[in-house]
């Protein structure tokens, strides 16, 4: 039988059956994987069969200040909280308020894509699957790395992204439209998305450790911080958005919650909509729809050849696919410094949490691959070196791609004043290029962490090195001239291949205004 802590009834520790790791061997698992990836502080939860197995924090919430994790310490959950929003949705259908057919601007009239025709034929569902046109994280600029728009202008500014393929034809990453889900469950409904997701999901699942509405939560003090580790050290680093004020991007991951209280939210959906008290939260029809792959993904090689994996979809704010044979559903969340996993097996009745406060992406597999793997077969990977060795070598691939930027035998040399101005994208807004006595130097208008010096790299070309290093996200500067050689617009892209999508330079398009 599978151990369990302490704080419930539980056979002997040391007793193991083929489904599952003991608590010990969780609590060792958990040690490793945090010295490995210097990892201050991870919380694990796993429900099974109804019953809470395991529930424990580990490490601490900041290095800097004292506090333990636990099982009811907040974390920025970050994308995982797309469920709540699909499943708000849902309790919308059931109530017979909307439907899944229902077209977009017939809730929200002033909605509207870069095509005419997409937004006249887009539909609720459509919000939810990725599959617009739009490239991934197209738009998410104006939500990170700071957050200045409200969300009447991202939902303004969405017809001026440009399409990438047509649409429905492909899946592309999308937060955008999920803050459109947002602000269509509150048009539907009367009251903020926070509101209804406090009152019509957290209040009824009984999650107390939990919260959409961060106003709430500005005087909680257990409740995690990011971390980051930057030249080898590890340190902590800033929120996207400070604890207690409102975010922006709430539907599409604002959401702090615990393990604690997130196992409840599995335990519902393992039990096809029912509470544990028998009572209907969700109905089975709709519950199921969410478990519906409705947008095709790419099986990754990996999990083809680790899981043997034959599919992978995208269903309503879970990703879908299979793993040793049983039908997996999956989210992951990530914010600077902060990422999480959801994972559920239904046909075993299993849930799986990990919540950290490091951005060591690989430290969430590690975990969870070995709990899933001890439910599902005979095999006991050592998950923490094969994972490291695929992390090394997409790290020596980006180092290939970022390795001439450092030799300086060809940079133009300075000063550049013929650079310097105003320059606005349609959506983003207004940057400006100052000259200064130690060359250019790049600030955002809408986004007051995009600041920092421009270095030359190439003719026209220059790569901003934001002030901010906790970015991880230096971006290529390339100017546009016309016909008598001045600069008329600027055009950007990541340097590295692993920056964050989110930071979606590639979609900016400045014309110099200033003239």
């Known amino acids: 039988m599978v151990t369990v802590p302490s704080t419930a009834a539980a056979e002997p520790a040391t007793v193991k059956a083929h489904a599952g790791l003991t608590t010990v061997e969780i609590d060792q698992l958990v040690e490793r994987v945090m010295q490995t990836y210097q990892v201050p502080g991870i919380a694990v939860g796993i429900i099974k069969d109804g019953k809470v197995i395991h529930a424990k924090g580990y ?25 709540m929003t699909a499943a708000a949705l849902a309790l919308l259908v059931d109530e017979g308020k909307i439907t899944w057919k229902d077209k977009v601007i017939d809730h929200i009239p002033d909605f509207r894509l870069y ?63 999920y803050i459109v889900a947002g602000e269509v469950i509150a048009r539907v409904s009367g009251m903020t998305y926070e509101d209804f997701i406090e009152q019509r999901i957290l209040k009824p699942l009984e999650m107390s450790h939990c919260g959409a509405n961060l106003k709430r939560l500005k005087k909680e003090k257990n409740v995690a911080d990011p971390h980051m580790v930057r030249d080898g050290k590890l340190q902590a680093t800033i929120r996207d958005v400070p604890l207690g004020q409102p ?24 039990h096809k909509g029912k509470l544990p008290n028998g009572a ?16 095709i993904t790419a099986v990754r090689p990996t999990s083809r050849d680790w899981f043997g994996s034959h599919f992978s979809a995208y269903g309503l704010g879970w990703g879908l696919s299979d793993f040793k ?54 095999n006991r990977t050592d998950w923490i070196p094969r994972l490291s060795e695929m992390l090394d070598k997409r790290r020596a691939k980006a180092a290939k791609v970022t390795a001439d930027i450092t030799d300086q035998s060809d940079r133009p040399a300075g000063p550049f004043p013929q650079y310097a101005g105003i320059y606005q994208d349609p959506w983003f807004g207004k940057v400006e290029i100052s000259q200064t006595p130690d060359g250019l ?19 026209n070309l220059f790569i901003v090195r934001w002030e901010d290093r906790s970015l991880d996200a230096d971006a290529y500067v390339k100017f546009t001239t ?6 008329r617009g600027i055009t950007m892209k990541a340097v590295s291949p692993l920056t964050d999508f989110s930071f979606d330079f590639h979609d900016l398009n400045f014309q110099r205004i200033d003239d």
């Open 280 to 295: 209907v939260f969700l109905s089975e029809e709709q519950q199921a729809e969410l478990l519906t792959p409705q947008t």
């Open 441 to 459: 130097y790049f600030t955002a208008a809408r986004s007051a962490r995009l600041k920092g010096p421009m270095v030359p790299y190439k003719k």
């Open 115 to 177: 095509d005419p025709w997409v937004t006249r034929e887009f539909t609720v569902k459509d919000l939810l699957i990725h599959n617009s046109g739009l490239g991934i994280g197209a738009g998410d600029l104006m939500m990170f790395p700071s957050q200045d728009f409200s969300r009447a202008e991202i939902i303004a500014n969405l017809r001026h992204l440009k399409p990438v393929s047509s649409f429905r034809s492909e899946f592309a990453y999308d937060n955008l439209l």
């Open 482 to 487: 016309d016909y008598s050689a001045q600069p």
């Open 325 to 378: 044979g049983y039908k997996m559903a999956q989210h992951g969340g990530g914010l600077l410094g902060m990422l999480s996993d959801n994972v559920m097996i239904p046909d075993l009745n299993l849930g799986v949490v990990v919540y950290t406060n490091q951005q060591a992406g690989v430290a969430r597999p590690a975990i969870v691959n070995s709990i899933l793997e001890a439910y599902t077969s005979e």
């Open 59 to 83: 490490g601490v919430r900041n290095i800097t200040k004292k506090g333990d994790v636990t099982a009811e310490t907040l974390f920025s959950i970050a994308s995982t909280g797309k469920s």
């Open 247 to 270: 975010v922006v991007f709430a539907a599409a991951g604002g959401i702090q919650c615990s393990v604690e209280s997130i196992l409840k939210w599995h335990d519902m959906h393992l």
